[in-house]
């Protein structure tokens, strides 16, 4: 089956840096890569995916990138806000028609210092 | 607003107790899942079902089942639990038309 490395566990930034986290996936036919947000007590929530035809994308501060060939994608956070702290999950999944099943990294959370 | 719903919220049982968790939703999707997230495993899938007679098993089902009772309801139950069980459960769904999951609030349950 599928395996999902998420990196790093923990990341601490100041207000305003940039923020990347890292993930590195096992199965070649893995096609859909979402990224989700939770915040502390809260339920996780789709903050933006990709899919393997396309190499970046990109939605205001967040933005991820896909390298088939090395089988690595990456969310990049800019310009973070305190609002960004919150634990991200990376996913890899395969399917069509909605019938993605998501394996998930372990998590990364994220820590912006005022 | 269309939701998915979870209940109980917060249970605390005892080893060898039968627990059920359940699931609700008015999104109208067909698609639901149950995960288990613990502290630094990040969301592990338990079972999931693509319509009402349709039930798999996902990485981590032993010890659980699960009953799809109509589109909109989706429970988890622990036969016997036992402490390993404890952790943070979360059902979600999806459409067939898109692959993103809506979660539930989740529900934290104690296994003493």
């Known amino acids: 089956g599928e395996n999902v490395e998420q990196h790093p566990s923990t990341l601490s930034v100041q207000e305003g840096d940039s923020a990347v986290i890292k993930c590195t996936y096992s199965d070649s036919a893995s096609n859909y890569f979402p990224w989700y947000k939770q915040e502390l007590g809260k339920r996780p929530q789709l903050i933006i995916d990709?899919?393997?035809?396309?190499g970046e994308k990109k939605d205001q501060r967040i933005a991820v990138t896909l390298n088939k060939t090395a089988k690595h994608f990456s969310l990049h956070i800019t310009e973070t806000q305190p609002e960004d702290s919150a634990v991200y999950f990376c996913a890899a999944s395969r399917g069509s028609g909605g019938s993605y099943i998501p394996t998930f990294g372990r998590g990364t959370s994220l820590i912006v210092h005022p | 607003d269309a939701d998915v719903t979870q209940t109980p919220r917060n249970r605390i049982t005892k080893t060898g107790k039968r627990i059920m968790l359940e699931c609700s939703q008015t999104?109208?999707?067909?698609?639901m899942y149950w995960y288990r997230q613990d502290p630094g495993l990040g969301l592990q899938l338990i079972y999931y079902s693509f319509d009402v007679k349709d039930i798999n098993k996902g990485e981590i089902s032993d010890g659980y089942s699960v009953s799809r009772q109509a589109q909109a309801k989706f429970s988890l139950s622990l036969e016997s639990a036992i402490p390993n069980q404890t952790a943070l459960y979360f059902c979600?769904?999806?459409?067939?038309?898109?692959?993103?999951?809506?979660f539930g609030p989740g529900t934290r349950l104690t296994v003493l």
């Open positions: 999104k109208g999707h067909d698609r």
């Open positions: 979600a769904t999806s459409s067939t038309a898109y692959n993103e999951q809506f």
């Open positions: 990709i899919r393997s035809n396309v």
